[in-house]
């Protein structure tokens, strides 16, 4: 799937919640089933800066796509990244750098989108940018 | 006889909603919230007599100047200081210490020491970790148990001859100590050190007497009872501010001016360069005459009892640990549930429309101390009620469910 369909399937997997406490249980559920990050990238240099839970996103290129593993200590903020991981994640780092990532608004996720959020959520986008700029370098 | 419903009726903000939920404001630790009477002040000083103090010689200028400086004399009233002009209004505590750490850049030498303890909040910190590197003083810290609660006789070991100035809160933001401030002082006296207390989480609970406790320097910060930010207090000895060289220079702050040489005005204008916080000064002398008419011994036994109540509630909850069980505390309770992360309780408690602090309170050396990332910190004020203690608690308790 690419990036515009997987998001798409978020979204109509988010609008079959009613409330914020179910998306929250499914956010939490989503934390919890994260592959978990090898120990050995969960190295300074791999957190996230902005985030008042730690944050670790490390990037490995695949045949030529991006793969991203990541971790945190707070389960809400590991269940964001989890979906972060699942629409970049084995991707292009091109198609990584042209997405958009409106998909969030959609999800009723909007409140975590304010670049001052203690979630780091900008900060993690960001982030995942970087590392498909610094690849998408490499391959060119 | 304390009506905590009456008293609810002078907080506008506590009827909205957050969230679509009643708002339960338990962050009052970090800011406290307004009521009416000052925030009329306000907006009656834009809307009757707004004009520069000090300089003016029309009358608006002086009817503003004259409701300025009274309200510097509440404040001086309000913590018994001697003297009006030893009460210098600043922007808040850290303007405050800074005025301090920058004036002693100039008094200290190499290997002078300054002690701070070990649960200060980072802007009692920093500044003296900056002015140890300009100086080459020594910074020595006091340490804590696991209670919360400062060691004294470590403080006696480290306290000599050398120890020059020792900053100390008067209650700890992220614990709710109050610290035995009173001996500190004495003690400190006895080596020929000046103290510094960070009142600012004290004063919106209890009524100093700087006098009394004979204190060099006391400061604290308008928002933290319930008046605006952007406005606090730095009291000062009057010798000792004479003697403390200015911080910022500018208009105000001067008594003569040419370009061979400019000589200072007296206090407290020496340390009150530029236009100041006007409002908010006048402001800070009316919330300290909100809170005298309710009276701070009544406040404080009444968040007494919310503190007695939500402890006994929070501690039946299972897993649940308290950071900071000091014999003597404030209504400040910081704690965390077994290995969850406070961040996860925080932004749930948020949904339900319940606003905690979480994190490191800027007391990062408190969390190391426990080896914690941080803590889930609720903090009352006289104006919260045992109702919204028992929503809280089945909020957390729903938390916790989710988080599981």
Same mark, same amino acid.
């Given at each position: 799937?690419?990036?515009?369909?997987?998001?798409?399937?978020?979204?109509?997997? &988010?609008?079959?919640?009613?409330?914020?406490?179910?998306?929250?249980?499914?956010?939490?559920?989503?934390? /919890?089933?994260l592959?978990?990050i090898?120990?050995?990238?969960?190295?300074?240099?791999?957190i996230?800066?902005?985030?008042?839970?730690?944050?670790?996103?490390?990037?490995?290129?695949?045949n030529?796509?991006?793969e991203?593993?990541?971790?945190? $200590?707070?389960?809400?903020? /590991?269940?964001?990244?989890?979906i972060?991981?699942?629409?970049?994640s084995?991707?292009?780092?091109?198609?990584?750098?042209?997405?958009?990532?409106? &998909?969030?608004?959609?999800?009723?996720? /909007? =409140?975590?989108?304010?670049?001052?959020?203690?979630?780091?959520?900008?900060?993690m986008?960001?982030q995942?940018?970087?590392y498909?700029?610094?690849?998408?370098?490499?391959?060119? | 006889?304390?009506? +905590?419903?009456?008293?609810?009726?002078d907080?506008?903000?506590?009827?909205r909603?957050v969230?679509g939920?009643?708002?339960?404001?338990?962050?009052?630790?970090a800011?406290?919230?307004?009521? !009416?009477?000052?925030?009329?002040?306000?907006? $009656?000083y834009?809307q009757n007599y707004?004009?520069?103090?000090h300089?003016?010689v029309? %009358?608006?200028?002086?009817?503003?100047?004259?409701?300025?400086? !009274?309200?510097?004399?509440?404040i001086?009233?309000?913590?018994?200081?001697?003297?009006?002009?030893?009460?210098?209004?600043?922007?808040?505590?850290?303007?405050?210490?800074?005025?301090?750490? %920058?004036?002693?850049?100039? *008094?200290?030498?190499?290997g002078?020491?300054?002690?701070?303890?070990?649960?200060?909040?980072?802007?009692?910190? #920093?500044?003296?970790?900056?002015?140890c590197?300009?100086?080459?003083?020594?910074?020595?810290?006091?340490?804590?148990d696991h209670?919360?609660?400062?060691?004294m006789?470590?403080f006696?070991?480290?306290?000599?001859?050398?120890?020059? *100035?020792?900053?100390?809160?008067?209650?700890?933001?992220?614990?709710?100590? +109050?610290?035995?401030?009173?001996?500190?002082?004495?003690?400190?006296?006895?080596?020929g050190?000046?103290?510094?207390?960070? @009142?600012?989480?004290?004063?919106?609970?209890?009524?100093?007497?700087?006098?009394?406790? $004979?204190?060099?320097?006391?400061?604290?910060?308008?928002h933290?009872l319930?008046?605006?930010?952007?406005? @606090?207090?730095?009291?000062g000895?009057?010798?000792l501010l004479?003697?403390?060289?200015?911080?910022?220079?500018?208009?105000?702050?001067i008594?003569? #001016?040419?370009? =061979?040489k400019?000589?200072?005005a007296d206090?407290?204008?020496?340390?009150?360069?530029?236009?100041?916080?006007?409002?908010?000064?006048?402001? &800070?002398?009316?919330?300290?005459?909100?809170?005298?008419?309710?009276?701070?011994?009544?406040?404080?036994?009444?968040?007494?009892?919310?503190?007695?109540?939500?402890?006994?509630?929070?501690?039946?909850?299972?897993?649940?640990?308290?950071?900071?069980?000091?014999?003597q505390?404030?209504? +400040?309770? %910081?704690?965390?549930?077994?290995?969850?992360?406070?961040?996860?309780?925080?932004?749930?408690?948020?949904?339900? @429309?319940?606003? #905690?602090?979480?994190?490191?309170?800027?007391?990062?050396?408190?969390?190391?101390f426990?080896?914690?990332?941080?803590? +889930?910190?609720?903090?009352?004020?006289?104006?919260?009620? /045992?109702? =919204?203690?028992d929503?809280?608690?089945?909020?957390?308790?729903?938390a916790?469910?989710m988080?599981?």
């Open positions: 799937m690419n990036i515009q369909e997987i998001q798409q399937e978020i979204i109509d997997e &988010f609008a079959m919640f009613q409330d914020w406490m179910q998306r929250y249980e499914h956010m939490i559920d989503l934390g /919890k089933s592959p978990l090898a120990e050995e990238f969960k190295t300074e240099d791999n996230i800066k902005g985030c008042q839970s730690k944050v670790w996103v490390h990037a490995e290129l695949k030529d796509q991006l991203f593993t990541a971790d945190s $200590d707070a389960i809400i903020t /590991k269940g964001i990244i989890a972060l991981i699942r629409v970049f084995n991707q292009h780092p091109k198609d990584i750098l042209d997405a958009e990532t409106d &998909f969030i608004d959609q999800i009723g996720l /909007k =409140e975590h989108l304010s670049p001052t959020r203690a979630n780091g959520l900008v900060s986008i960001k995942i940018k970087m498909a700029i610094a690849f998408q370098t490499q391959l060119n | 006889m304390f009506d +905590v419903n009456k008293i609810r009726e907080f506008p903000i506590l009827e909603t969230n939920q009643p708002l339960i404001y338990f962050d009052n630790a800011t406290s919230q307004t009521p !009416n009477q000052v925030i009329d002040v306000i907006s $009656d834009y707004n004009s520069n103090i300089r003016g029309h %009358s608006l200028s002086q009817e503003a100047t004259d409701v300025y400086e !009274n309200a510097r004399q509440k001086q009233h309000h913590f018994n200081a001697a003297q009006t002009h030893e009460v210098i209004l600043t922007s808040g505590t850290t303007h405050s210490i800074n005025i301090i750490a %920058s004036g002693y850049s100039q *008094l200290l030498q190499a002078d020491e300054l002690m701070i303890s070990a649960m200060e909040h980072h802007s009692n910190i #920093v500044p003296w970790q900056m002015l590197d300009r100086t080459g003083a020594i910074l020595k810290v006091i340490p804590m209670a919360g609660v400062l060691d006789n470590a006696n070991d480290l306290l000599s001859t050398k120890t020059k *100035l020792v900053f100390v809160n008067h209650v700890s933001n992220a614990l709710g100590t +109050v610290n035995p401030i009173e001996e500190i002082i004495k003690r400190a006296h006895g080596v050190a000046k103290v510094l207390i960070d @009142g600012a989480q004290a004063s919106p609970h209890i009524k100093t007497d700087v006098q009394a406790l $004979d204190v060099d320097y006391y400061v604290t910060s308008a933290k319930c008046g605006p930010t952007g406005v @606090g207090m730095l009291y000895k009057e010798e004479n003697h403390l060289p200015p911080y910022q220079g500018g208009g105000e702050m008594a003569e #001016v040419s370009f =061979e400019t000589t200072y206090l407290p204008h020496k340390f009150e360069a530029g236009t100041p916080n006007i409002a908010g000064g006048i402001a &800070f002398g009316e919330a300290l005459d909100y809170m005298n008419g309710i009276g701070f011994e009544t406040i404080a036994a009444y968040e007494h009892e919310l503190l007695i109540y939500a402890t006994a509630q929070l501690k039946a909850i299972d897993g649940l640990k308290i950071y900071g069980e000091a014999p505390k404030t209504a +400040v309770i %910081s704690f965390n549930v077994d290995d969850i992360h406070p961040y996860d309780i925080g932004s749930i408690l948020d949904k339900m @429309g319940i606003a #905690v602090r979480t994190g490191h309170h800027c007391a990062q050396p408190i969390m190391d426990y080896k914690i990332p941080g803590t +889930v910190r609720a903090s009352f004020s006289f104006y919260n009620t /045992k109702e =919204e203690i929503t809280m608690i089945k909020g957390l308790q729903k916790i469910q988080l599981k």
